[in-house]
């Protein structure tokens, strides 16, 4: 044999050797087992999920209060375990929140008034800033970014995926807030999914910023926007756009 050849057998053979010297990887090398997830019972029967903070079941409007001046919030509460909007200006949550997963139901007026902006108009506004619409879009065409499930006037949903008027319809949205620094200058931006229906309508879109009816975003954690008033606060709002929307079954889960 060649000396070269030799070579390359001994070369094998310590190589042979070391591969077998080597531990096999196992499976378990890469299974956590710490902290085990809690155990959450899902939403059925209309019950919410058991860590849900219930925010209106149809018996009160104990979690919520005028978002105008304070006062007792004073929607109608319908014998089907539903609210109203009525002429007395939006409502909010008496607590503010932060990054939430929020379940609402709502439903625009069967007889049908008004249209574009002007039909089944209401919104869901997050720590009084960032606003979800709420309109019946159902054959009833207005600027993309401004129908049901856009964030108004920032992004359209991906699809229109609106029942007719009367019928009740669903928003799972999850919200991330955004971060500011000690001066008030937003340092990561906030985000939403929506799911329209069960249908992803607003996949993880970062929010520009206050989603204002007229100009631009406001970025500012001080800068006051129209939804809000004088109150820089982080609740929960519900818009009174005039339409008689309904609403029921809301809850969150803090994230
Ligand atoms: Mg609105």
Redesign the pocket.
């Known amino acids: 044999m060649q000396k070269n050849t030799i070579m390359k057998y001994i070369f094998y053979f310590l190589g042979t050797v070391l591969l077998l010297g080597q531990e096999k990887p196992k499976p378990e090398a890469t299974e956590y087992w710490e902290p085990e997830p809690v155990v959450v019972t899902p939403a059925q029967d209309n019950l919410p999920p058991s860590d849900a903070i219930v925010l209106f079941d149809g018996s009160d409007l104990s979690k919520w209060r005028n978002a105008r001046g304070g006062g007792e919030a004073s929607w109608i509460i319908n014998d089907n375990g539903s609210m109203t909007v009525t002429r007395n200006g939006g409502i909010e949550t008496i607590d503010e929140h932060g990054s939430i997963q929020l379940h609402i139901e709502w439903r625009t007026p069967t007889k049908m008034e008004g249209k574009g902006q002007g039909r089944g108009?209401?919104?869901i506004i997050f720590q009084r800033r960032y606003?979800v619409?709420?309109?019946d879009s159902y054959n009833n065409r207005t600027y993309s970014n401004g129908q049901a499930a856009s964030i108004?006037k920032q992004y359209a949903p991906l699809v229109n995926a609106s029942k007719p008027p009367g019928e009740w319809q669903t928003y799972d949205i999850i919200f991330t807030e955004p971060e500011f620094d000690k001066i008030g200058i937003m340092t990561k931006r906030g985000r939403f999914t929506v799911f329209h229906n069960g249908i992803l309508v607003q996949n993880n879109v970062e929010i520009l910023g206050t989603t204002e009816y007229i100009g631009m975003p406001k970025i500012g954690k001080n800068e006051i926007s129209g939804y809000m008033g004088k109150n820089t606060k982080k609740n929960l709002y519900i818009?009174d756009?005039g339409n008689p929307v309904e609403f029921r079954n809301i809850w969150m889960r803090k994230l």
Request: cysteine-free; overall charge negative; charged content about 10%.
């Open positions: 108009n209401s919104g606003e619409q709420i309109l108004y818009q756009h």
